[in-house]
Nanobody, 124 residues
Framework: QEQLVQSGGGWVQPGGSLRLSCVASGDTFNGYAMGWFRQAPGKEREFVAA????????YYGDSVTGRFKISKDNAKNTGYLQMNSLRPEDTAVYYCAAAKSVITIKDGEQYDYWGQGTQVTVSS
């Protein structure tokens, strides 16, 4: 069974950058899809980015394309979300997630395991 532990996040001014990390224990990410989602107060959960671990195929939500980058370190069994050019509307709790089998990689309901969440706040 996968356990996901997140780190990173915090406060940053608009235009700044942050990097989130997600370490898997219990199993490797091989054969999984690993995704990042976020949820702001009063809003629905939103897909941010995902990667098919073995194939290294990347996917991004429309609102973050060109600003965020998902990456992975196979040796460390860790996924990353590099967030650049951050905006106040990026403020949310960010979650990493893993799924053994998904039909729609952007659908959070299809993910089996979730990290604990980390707050990202973008403000001046």
């Amino acid at each position: 069974q996968e356990q996901l532990v997140q780190s990173g996040g915090g406060w940053v001014q608009p235009g700044g950058s942050l990097r989130l990390s997600c370490v898997a224990s219990g199993d490797t990410f091989n054969g999984y899809a690993m995704g990042w989602f976020r949820q702001a107060p009063g809003k629905e959960r939103e897909f941010v980015a995902a990667v098919w671990w073995s194939a290294d195929l990347h996917y991004y939500g429309d609102s973050v394309t060109g600003r965020f980058k998902i990456s992975k370190d196979n040796a460390k069994n860790t996924g990353y979300l590099q967030m650049n050019s951050l905006r106040p509307e990026d403020t949310a709790v960010y979650y990493c997630a893993a799924a053994k089998s998904v039909i729609t990689i952007k659908d959070g309901e299809q993910y089996d395991y979730w990290g604990q969440g980390t707050q990202v706040t973008v403000s001046s």
